[in-house]
């Protein structure tokens, strides 16, 4: 939002310098983002003079040139080449003097000394163009016959200069989202400041508007009192539309508005001025002399000033004349009623319109104005009246015309202000200040807060209406401090503070663990949003009643909390695709979200569960492509690795099993589950094609799902212990099992676990082999490795030989041979 230094001193005189009142706004709460000085022409015609042309012939050098010797009311007369073939002895013209900078259409040129075909030229003869004054580059610019040469230029054309500050205005303080609104505040913190009350806004009066005859009534009726509460208007005849004056222009052109005509300007500055947004109508085009404010049946067509055709929904509201829409209320007007040139008569809208129902309809069209902007924030009711007046007031005395209605001012949605009792107590506590009650009410005074009761306990206030955003004491809390001034609080000379036992586990310190870890095996975290699109979970593998739908989406690609991390993964991986990214790990640590039973009641959250999940996502090579790795490609084993490490890392090392998984399947083509107690912690396996053509991904893609709740109510069970390194030596013995197709390792290392359990520390597989013509029909040979270990003492071969003898015992069991 932007502000003009000079427009603001219109409503409260002060005599700070600009950048003393960017410190004081940034101080009270409305921060300056940056402070730009603006020129009505630019470059402010700075180093630009009137002179006389004293002598004027033509160059020796060049038939197109003139050498003419120009006063510019200094000692010297300056010699200067001109190539204008208007340029004439007598003439009265601007000169650019050496070291001026013009900003013509071509760019900033800087006037220097020069010689020109042999002839000295110490400044410059101007055209409009070069100064910015007009489009001609005809000839050079000739003043009127005697005009004073030494004028500087800025003074003869009354240059107009200005300093603007760009607020970053937070969505709660539309109340300052105009300058009204800005001195309001500027007022309170230099009467706290100077301990009195002699600065105050001043209002544009309003009160002497003659309403003159009451010859063009408009019929104006709401038919949803809810979204317009207030709806005030007149009418205006026999106007002239056309430029605005010089001053009403450069005010606009100093925030940054384009001026378009003298009705619309004066709309838009009076919305700048009051933050009431406004809206003429060609009177000519209220059919009916009737405007009714309603929301016209959904598939209506509407088509806006810029020529766009939309299909309202239902739920926008319309200000519509006896036969069709003239405008969206609030957020933009229609083709047909807007102000032209032919425009003899007006009808002006000033109007309170509901918040939620214009941010509905702005977002769902896709528009964003200064009109909704302010409304979507919330508008005050009350100036309605005054702002319509102002506006009337000033085209009546800029664009002429006659008043000819009264006020039509239609109130149904009035409600009571808001009342807040303030604790002395309270705020003293929070502000860790004790303030006296006189200093808070001059504060709350200037602030337009109303006490309607006083005691030592507190005050009791009527809130002003245009503070949408104060519903409670804290609300009032934060006024009084951003007046009185944060930076003016004490720092105390000691700190008070409790000692804090954080939970164990650490989570935050847990998931900074495995993202470490993860990271160091050449994974890359990715975060995705929540909200995700539904369709998504409306094929195989997932159910769609369990979606946690969002009542308002932005977009149907956002319309639904994420049931998965899987596609926002998966998107991922299809952006970096199409980006000739081919081999990619990825992990992220993130929340989903499951409806497990119809909301009861008015609870929206009701039967909406949460929780953590970690994904790893795996595709392409298992190395990076260079000249000794070669074209191996990542697996279901190296996925799987990584999930393991993830547990060994957390110290979750009991029973764990991989066997076939519980849940959700069908999104793999293959898959297994990691158990534990019978407990699934993780689910992992090769995507199938049907889920991955969803965001266009053709290659193969691994994909594991971890429960990192589970994890980490296992984690806060473990006891973390020291063990002495082992003194003695271990010892190996391999075997070669040939088993069944069926048998998984798993299986042979359970068996190794339940026959031993005191000195066997270790079952490895290294290599697997089948071959049906050597080993027979659906069988495979297994080496696994064992390693014994005793910490007491060292191990005879013996003892390990009696171990093996009943390991080969048991494998026998489930037939198992050697080979």
């Known amino acids: 939002m932007q502000i003009s230094y000079k427009w603001l001193k219109d409503y409260v005189s002060f005599d700070l310098s600009p950048e003393e009142l960017s410190v004081l706004l940034t101080d009270c709460g409305l921060e300056v983002e940056a402070m730009e000085k603006f020129e009505s022409i630019p470059g402010g015609l700075e180093g630009v003079v009137t002179g006389k042309v004293i002598s004027c012939k033509s160059h020796p050098n060049a038939d197109k040139l003139s050498l003419a010797v120009v006063d510019t009311g200094q000692k010297d007369l300056l010699p200067i080449v001109c190539g204008a073939p208007n340029v004439k002895e007598g003439q009265s013209v601007l000169v650019a003097t050496v070291g001026a900078k013009l900003h013509t259409p ?71 989202a105009s300058h009204i609104g800005v001195a309001r505040d500027v007022a309170a913190v230099l009467n706290h400041q100077d301990k009195n009350s002699k600065y105050k806004v001043i209002w544009p009066d309003v009160s002497g508007l003659n309403l003159a005859t009451n010859t063009y009534p408009v019929d104006v009726r709401i038919e949803d009192n809810e979204a317009c509460p207030r709806y005030s208007s007149l ?111 007006v009808f002006l809208e000033s109007a309170c319109f509901d918040p939620v129902s214009i941010r509905k309809s702005a977002k769902y069209h896709g528009l964003n104005t200064d009109a909704s902007f302010r409304f979507e924030r919330g508008s005050d009711p009350e100036v309605t009246v005054h702002a319509l007046k102002r506006a009337a007031g000033m085209i009546r005395e800029i664009a002429g015309g006659e008043i000819t209605s009264d006020v039509s001012d239609l109130y149904p949605g009035k409600r009571e202000a808001v009342e807040v009792t303030l604790s002395h107590e309270k ?171 119809k909301a009861e009641g008015k609870d929206p959250l009701g039967g909406i569960s949460e929780r953590s999940v970690l994904a790893l996502f795996m595709t392409g090579r298992r190395q990076p492509e260079n000249w000794r790795s070669g074209e191996e490609m990542v697996d279901f084993f190296d996925l799987k690795e990584a999930v393991l490490a993830v547990f060994e890392r957390l110290g979750i090392d009991g029973d764990i099993q991989i066997k076939e998984p519980e849940g959700n399947n069908e999104i793999f083509s293959y898959s297994s589950g990691i158990f534990l107690e019978e407990k699934q912690l993780a689910l992992l396996g090769l995507l199938s094609p049907p889920v991955l053509k969803r965001t266009g991904i053709k290659e193969e893609v691994y994909y594991a799902s971890v429960e990192w709740d589970e994890l980490l109510s296992l984690v806060a069970g473990n006891l973390l212990l020291y063990r002495e390194v082992p003194r003695y030596p271990e010892v190996r013995r391999d075997l070669a099992l040939l088993v069944d197709n069926s048998v998984s390792f798993d299986r042979i290392r359970q068996l190794a676990a339940g026959m031993e359990k005191r000195i066997l520390k270790e079952v490895n597989l290294f290599d697997v082999y089948q071959d049906d013509d050597k080993l027979g029909k659906n069988k495979k040979s297994y080496a696994v490795s064992f390693v014994f270990q005793d910490k007491d003492r060292t191990l005879t071969d013996e003892e390990v030989d009696r171990v093996m003898e009943k390991l080969l015992g048991a494998y026998e069991s489930i037939g198992a041979s050697i080979r």
């Open 235 to 345: 009418t205006i005849d026999g106007v002239k539309v056309g430029e605005s004056p010089l001053w009403l222009k450069n005010r606009l052109k100093a925030i940054g508005q384009k001026p378009i005509n003298n009705i619309v300007d004066i709309t838009n500055y009076v919305l700048h001025e009051t933050g009431q947004p406004l809206h003429a109508f060609d009177l000519k085009e209220v059919k009916g002399n009737m405007v009714i404010v309603k929301k016209p049946s959904r598939g209506t067509l509407f088509e806006t000033l810029d020529g766009e055709k939309l299909e309202l929904t239902g739920e926008d509201l319309m200000i519509c004349n006896q036969e069709d829409a003239m405008c969206m209320a609030g957020i933009l007007g229609g083709i047909n009623s807007g102000v032209t040139n032919s425009t003899t008569g």
């Open 427 to 597: 705020l003293n506590t929070i502000a860790g200040k004790k303030f006296k009650a006189a200093e808070v009410r001059g504060i709350l005074n200037d602030l337009d807060f109303k006490v309607l009761s006083d005691n030592e306990r507190g005050f009791r206030l009527k809130v002003p209406r245009y503070r949408v955003d104060v519903t409670r004491d804290a609300d009032v809390i934060e006024e009084v401090l951003r007046i009185y001034g944060y930076n003016n609080i004490d720092v105390p000379d000691k700190m008070h503070s409790s000692i804090v036992i954080n939970p164990k586990p650490d989570k935050e310190q847990l998931q900074n663990t495995v993202s470490d870890l993860l990271a160091a095996r050449g994974f890359n975290e990715i975060m995705n949003n929540s909200l995700t699109k539904s369709v998504y979970y409306e094929a195989d593998g997932f159910d769609p009643m369990r979606s946690v739908k969002i009542q308002n989406p932005l977009s149907q690609d956002l319309n639904i909390m994420r049931q998965s991390l899987l596609f926002g993964g998966l998107e991922t991986i299809a952006y970096n695709r199409n980006r000739k990214v081919r081999d990619m790990k990825l992990f992220e640590l993130g929340n989903i979200y499951e409806r497990e039973k």
């Open 106 to 176: 071509k760019g900033v040129m800087e006037i220097r000394k020069a010689k020109i075909r042999g002839e000295a030229s110490e400044g410059m003869i101007c055209a409009e163009d070069e100064l910015g004054l007009g489009d001609s580059h005809e000839g050079i610019m000739v003043l009127p016959q005697g005009t004073p040469a030494g004028i500087p230029a800025s003074e003869y054309f009354n240059v107009e200069t200005d300093w603007i500050y760009e607020i970053g205005l937070t969505p709660n303080r539309i109340d300052a």
